[in-house]
């Protein structure tokens, strides 16, 4: 007889959990409520999907572990948007029209949201982003909420940051003009720096998918600033971080949550180190209830330390999952009600409350790149 080892299971159950159950379309079949989750497992920003597609599924163990929610099971069911425009509104259609989901959980990218917030507001279908921060997300209508803060609120903790404990009076913005992100995260980071009595030596654009910044990079140098903003995501970053020192532009180098990715060390190696951006959560914020779950997260994903996109993919489930026992059903309109009334829920990434703008109300943490590693530095309240 044969013995499969247990990672061959584990293996089976992951590829079943992500492909498998998306066969079925009546809703609810099996006593299950489904819920739909739009994520980039592949592609440029991949470890943005695999880490909230991790935290998120973790969540949906333990919640249907501790009994399910009104009495079943959640089942999640995942599609990837493989970091391509038009896929997530194809993703998110489908996980709606065919799967009759009763949810829909993500994404991380603003771009992405935007894209999919469109189709669940007009279908009365709640969704919730984990992770995305631009203004417009929620903007779209009632059925869209965010259980993270949004970009004005980020850009100005960056802009306080610069001018403050970095006492940077002169700085270049260097954008992704693709992302919304990237664009939205640029102005409010502009706003309140120029608020501070800083000048914006320069501003200059790249596009997503880029590899070559030394052009714009040799007239940032040439206009001396103390510091480059640079609100993009990671893959970019790094090639930024390692081609200004290159250069020998030997500034600090600032971003926003974008940035953050183990793999934005494996790219930009030495050359990301000094540099800071702002995110959600870190490993070391040491409330209870984040603890706990850096201990489960370490148990369930082989030993892996969670990063923001985890912990806001989780909370993002959780958030779901009490609305639902509080809506007592899981109908659209008073599913969205119960959403929208969600008060002092005690998450990972901190207390949320749903504002008037259907956004998170919540703090920011200011994290430095040293030795490879991303050094918790402060914690900034809204
Ligand atoms: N906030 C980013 C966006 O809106 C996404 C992101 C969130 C990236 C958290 C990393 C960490 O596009």
């Known amino acids: 007889m044969k013995i499969w080892p247990a990672h061959f299971f584990a293996a089976v159950a992951t590829s079943f959990i992500l492909t498998g159950c998306n066969q ?83 994404e991380v990218a603003s771009s992405r949201s935007l894209e999919a917030a469109p189709i669940c507001q007009q279908n009365k279908v709640p969704m919730i982003s984990p992770s995305s921060t631009n203004p417009d997300v929620t903007k779209t209508g009632d059925y869209i909420f965010r259980v993270c803060f949004i970009d004005p609120f980020q850009g100005t903790v960056m802009a306080n940051f610069a001018s403050g404990t970095l006492k940077a009076k002169r700085v270049a913005v260097f954008t992704d003009v693709k992302s919304d992100y990237s664009k939205g995260l640029a102005k409010f980071f502009k706003e309140r720096f120029k608020a501070n009595g800083g000048e914006i030596v320069v501003e200059l654009d790249y596009n997503g998918g880029d590899k070559d910044f030394k052009a714009q990079l040799t007239s940032i140098k040439a206009a001396n600033p103390d510091g480059v903003f640079v609100p993009g995501y990671y893959t970019e970053a790094a090639l930024i971080c390692v081609q200004a020192k290159q250069l020998g532009l030997n500034v600090p180098l600032l971003g926003g949550d974008g940035w953050e990715a183990s793999t934005l060390v494996e790219i930009g190696g030495d050359a990301v180190n000094g540099n800071y951006f702002s995110t959600h959560y870190h490993q070391s914020v040491g409330t209870p209830i984040s603890k706990k779950f850096n201990e489960n997260y370490a148990k369930r994903w082989n030993g892996k330390t969670p990063d923001t996109m985890a912990a806001c993919g989780y909370d993002s489930a959780l958030v779901l999952a009490d609305a639902i026992k509080r809506a007592g059903t899981t109908d659209g309109p008073k599913l969205r009600d119960a959403i929208a009334a969600t008060k002092t829920f005690p998450a990972v990434t901190g207390t949320i409350t749903i504002n008037e703008n259907r956004d998170a109300s919540k703090s920011a943490v200011i994290l430095k790149v040293e030795a490879g590693k991303f050094k918790y530095l402060e914690t900034i309240q809204p």
Do not use: W
């Open 24 to 106: 079925s379309s009546t809703p609810g079949a099996g006593g299950t409520i489904k819920v739909g989750e739009f994520a980039s497992l592949t592609g440029k920003d991949a470890t943005f999907g695999i880490s909230s597609h991790e935290g998120t599924l973790m969540a949906i163990e333990e919640i249907n572990a501790d009994g399910g929610v009104l009495g079943k099971k959640l089942e999640l069911l995942t599609e990837d948007t493989q970091c391509k425009a038009g896929e997530s509104a194809t993703v998110v259609n489908k996980l709606i029209s065919r799967d009759n989901v009763i949810a829909i959980l993500g």
